[in-house]
C-alpha cells in the first residue's frame, strides 16, 4: 500500500459528523416513526415525568466528562428519544393548561426538520426564505387587521420581539442622537407606560435600553383590570411637568395572567395627544382578532405603531416564534441598521432582516408558520381558536355551576377559579382568605404533581386563584372536566389534612 499524501487525503475528506446518505434516510424513517407513535400516545402519557432519569439511564449522566471520541449516531438518536419521550414536560399535551404555550402543529414540527435541511439564513431579505418571511409577516397582519404595507420579521418569543419594539419606539422618540450619543446626551429621563399586569419584558427592556426600571410607569387597572385611562393621563401630565419625556404607551391584549384586553382605542388616542409611540403587546391575544365577534378593543390593534404576536401561542407552531410588525418598516431600520464592511455583497435596495432586528444569522422561522397558515387557512385558524375560547368559557361555566368552586374571571381562552371547601363558603374572614389562599396554593401543587393535568395560578386582588389556559388544539371538553375533576378531588384531599383547628368548626 503506497502512503497518501495530505493533499490527496483532503480530495477524500472523512469528516466524522458527515452520515452516509442511506444512513441518514434510514435513521430519519426511524425518527419518524417513533415521533408519529408519540404523538399519538401523548394524551395517555404523563404531562410532567413522575420521575427524573437515574444516573446513566439512556445516556443521561450530567457529570460525565466531555467525550474524546465519538459515538454511533443511531444509539444517541435512540437513547434521546427515548430519554425525551419518557422524561419531558410536554406543554402539548391537551391537559396542559399552565402557562401560554400552544401545541405544536404536525406541520410546523416537520417544517423545523425541513428548515434545518435546507440551513436557510434569513438575514437579507431577498431570496427565497427572505421573502416567505415577508410574505408570513404581512399574512399575520392580515389576519389580525393590522396594515399589510407595515414591516417585521421573526425573533424567538415575545420578550425579544417586544423589546425590539422596544428599541425602536425609543429611538424614534429621542430628538437627538440617540445611537451614537447615547441616553445621557437628551438631558431628560424617558418613561414609558401600561398597566400593571404588563409582562415582564418591560422590565428586561427598560434595564437593557438604559432607561432603567423605575421609569416604567405601572398604571392601575379598573374592575376588569385593564389600564385606567385617566390615571394614564394624569401620570403622563406629571411626568411632564418633572421635566420627564413620557416616550411609549403599551397596551397589553390579553395579559398573560387573566387574559384582560386593555381599551386599545383610548390608549391609541392618549399616546398620540402626548406624542408617543403606541405598542401592543398582543402575544398571546392578538390572534383572536380573526373572530368575526372579537372583542372590540382588539380592534384597536390596528392603530398601534407597533405590535407583538406570539405565532407559537396561538399559532400553534413549535416554539420558538414571536413577530414584531411595525407600522413603519423604515422604523426598524432607523433603529438596528448597521452596515458592516463585510457585507458589501447585501442588497440595499430592501430593509435586510439583520438591519431590522438584533440578530445576524437568523434560522428560518418563518417557515412553520408560512406552512400552517396555508394549511388551515384563515378559516382554520378561526375554527380552532374560537374552539379554544369556548372550552375556556365552558370550565369556567362548571367552576361556576360547582357548589365548591367559585369562578372568577374568564377572558380570550383563560379562565381563572378557586377551591372553597363547603363549610367555609360564605365565611369571608380574614382568617378564612387566608387559608383559602394557602389551600388553593396546595391545590396548584397537588394537581401538577398527579401527572394528569398542570395548570398555574394568578393573584386576583390578592387572592390565589387557580388558572387555565387553553392554547391547544387537541384538548376537548373531556379535558376540561377532568381538570374540574381532578380540582375538586385535590382540593378536597388538601383541605382534609391542611384545615387548621380554628376554622374546622365552621357550618
Ligand atoms: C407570553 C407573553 C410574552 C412573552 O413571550 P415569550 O414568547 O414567552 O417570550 C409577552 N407578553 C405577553 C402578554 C405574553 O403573554
Redesign the pocket.
Known amino acids: 500500500m503506497t502512503k497518501m499524501t495530505h493533499a490527496e487525503q483532503f480530495h477524500h475528506r472523512a469528516a466524522p459528523i458527515e452520515m452516509e446518505p442511506e444512513h441518514f434516510r434510514a435513521l430519519g424513517h426511524q425518527l419518524t416513526d417513533q415521533i408519529a407513535a408519540f404523538l399519538t400516545t401523548l394524551p395517555e402519557r404523563a404531562i410532567v415525568p413522575a420521575r427524573q432519569p437515574a444516573v446513566g439511564e439512556e445516556g443521561f449522566d450530567l457529570a460525565s466528562e466531555l467525550p474524546t471520541e465519538g459515538t454511533d449516531a443511531a444509539d444517541l438518536l435512540e437513547r434521546a428519544t427515548r430519554l425525551l419521550f419518557d422524561f419531558g414536560v410536554f406543554q402539548h399535551h391537551p391537559r396542559w393548561a399552565s402557562w ?1 404555550t400552544g401545541a405544536a402543529s404536525p406541520i410546523g414540527t416537520l417544517a423545523e426538520y425541513l428548515a434545518a435541511a435546507v440551513n436557510q439564513g434569513v438575514a437579507a431579505a431577498d431570496g427565497v426564505a427572505g421573502n416567505i418571511e415577508a410574505q408570513t409577516i404581512r399574512w399575520i397582519a392580515e389576519l389580525i387587521g393590522y396594515p399589510t404595507d407595515c414591516g417585521g420579521l421573526f425573533l424567538s ?4 420581539a ?1 423589546i425590539t419594539a422596544f428599541h425602536a419606539a425609543r429611538t424614534a422618540q429621542a430628538d437627538w442622537d440617540i445611537r451614537a450619543d447615547g441616553l445621557m446626551a437628551g438631558n431628560r429621563q424617558l418613561y414609558a407606560y401600561g398597566s400593571r399586569f404588563m ?1 415582564s ?1 418591560i422590565e428586561k427592556a427598560a434595564d437593557m435600553s438604559g432607561i432603567g426600571t423605575k421609569a416604567i410607569r405601572w398604571i392601575d387597572t379598573d374592575a376588569q383590570f385593564r389600564i385606567d385611562p385617566d390615571a394614564l393621563r394624569t401620570r403622563m401630565q406629571e411626568d411632564i411637568v418633572q421635566g420627564g419625556q413620557p416616550f411609549i404607551v403599551i397596551g ?1 391584549a ?3 395572567e387573566i387574559g384582560a384586553i386593555d381599551p386599545l382605542h383610548e390608549l391609541a388616542a392618549i399616546a398620540r395627544e402626548f406624542g408617543c409611540w403606541f405598542h401592543v ?1 398582543a ?2 391575544g392578538g390572534v383572536a382578532a380573526i373572530l368575526p365577534d372579537a372583542p372590540d378593543d382588539l380592534k384597536g390593534l390596528s392603530l398601534a405603531d407597533s405590535i407583538v404576536v ?1 405565532p ?2 396561538w399559532l400553534y407552531a413549535p416554539k ?1 416564534a ?1 413577530c414584531v410588525l411595525v407600522r413603519e418598516p423604515r422604523r426598524l431600520f432607523d433603529a438596528f441598521a448597521f452596515r458592516p464592511p463585510y457585507f458589501h455583497g447585501m442588497s440595499t435596495e430592501q430593509f435586510n432582516y439583520f438591519e431590522m432586528g438584533p440578530e445576524t444569522t437568523r434560522g428560518f422561522r418563518a417557515l412553520k408558520v408560512w406552512l400552517a397558515l396555508q394549511q388551515v387557512g384563515r378559516d382554520g385558524y378561526a375554527q380552532m381558536v374560537a374552539e379554544d375560547m369556548r372550552l375556556s368559557r365552558a370550565l369556567h361555566d362548571l367552576a361556576v355551576a360547582h357548589p365548591e368552586l367559585q369562578a372568577m374571571t374568564q377572558n380570550l381562552s383563560i379562565a381563572t377559579f378557586r377551591y372553597i371547601p363547603l363549610t367555609l363558603v360564605g365565611h369571608a374572614n380574614e382568617s378564612v382568605g387566608e387559608y383559602l389562599n394557602v389551600l388553593n396554593a396546595a391545590i396548584m401543587k397537588a394537581v401538577n404533581a398527579s401527572g394528569e393535568a398542570v395548570i398555574s395560578n394568578a393573584i386576583i386582588d390578592g387572592v390565589f386563584a387557580l388558572r387555565t389556559c387553553i392554547v391547544n388544539f387537541r384538548t376537548s371538553l373531556s379535558d376540561v372536566e377532568a381538570i374540574i375533576d381532578l380540582a375538586v378531588r385535590c382540593g378536597r384531599e388538601q383541605d382534609s389534612t391542611m384545615r387548621p383547628q380554628e376554622l374546622r368548626d365552621a357550618r
Open positions: 401560554i418569543g415575545g420578550n425579544l417586544n409582562h419584558w397589553t390579553g395579559t398573560t403587546d402575544a398571546y406570539d407559537h401561542k420558538g414571536g
